[in-house]
């Protein structure tokens, strides 16, 4: 027997702070998992905040267009079956592969959008011809009549991942830290207007640096390079100066560290020549990614000690 089945569209709706997915983008299986190849292929000719930001939405998106479909996260489909690509003009495109192809709709259509670090992602999906019918095999819906998409009976749900080394070596990353505090001293003053040397934090980084490797790899290591220095307040003589350093990503041989340095208490020689005054909040100087090296037969035994650790 047929029955006529109301159809309606499905509107899907997800939201994030792109900072959530910053150390999953890192993690190889999280990219196979979650990224169709063309995806990858776009995010890999990109830098390292424009591709976060693009891997961010097209993350979003998928989780959107999951609620359009009416399935939940890992409940039959992989996130790489569903490829968000765009046109010429920019604009997403949506491609169902895989198991995500016996759920479409007639369409489905998905709108990103950035504000700063956080990312949202709309999807509607509409349906077959209005009035088409179904057989009550297909599961009528209690109460109004409706009928569900019909989902295919040989679709098993997703195991995820085991992530129970990666999360181990997260917990680690995440407890792999250093701190300085320093008073800066007169006799650093290099540029006019009694200006510190720029120089002067990076030698503090380089420091924090040396300590992180000495705690995961027992070896100073070698600092390979710096990347998104960023100086954004001055820095004098008087001024205590509150540097950190965190852990965020290791290869075999590299170890990836994030750098920050806050001005806590400032001298404030208007007042008085030994004057000095506590901030409100401490104040970003400078900000910065560095990338250090630790030797082959130090990164093996690092190794041992964390079994999840990538190839570099």
Partial sequence: MKTAAKQVARVGLDVLDRSELRRLVERPWFLRFSFAPEEMAHADTLGEDRRLEFLAGRFAAKEALFKAL???????????????EHTAHGAPVVHLRGRAAHLTPSSVSVSITHKQNVVAAVAISLPEAMGATADDATGEAAGDGRTEPPVPKELDAVPPPDTSATR??????????????VRVGQEEAHYGGNLVDGARILRLFGD???????????????LAQYSDIRFSAP?????????????????RLRRVVELEAHKVLRASPEGADSACELLDEPQLVCAATATTVVPHHRARTATARTPAAEEA
């Fill in 70 to 84: 009416g399935i939940g996260f890992l409940q039959g489909v992989a996130p790489r079956e569903i490829c968000v």
């Fill in 168 to 181: 181990t070596r997260d917990e680690r990353e995440e407890r792999t830290t250093a701190f300085l505090r």
């Fill in 208 to 222: 924090l640096v040396t300590e992180i490797t000495v705690r995961t790899d027992g070896d100073e290591g070698l």
């Fill in 235 to 251: 820095v004098r003589p008087g001024d205590y100066i509150e540097a950190r350093a965190r852990l965020v990503h290791r290869t």
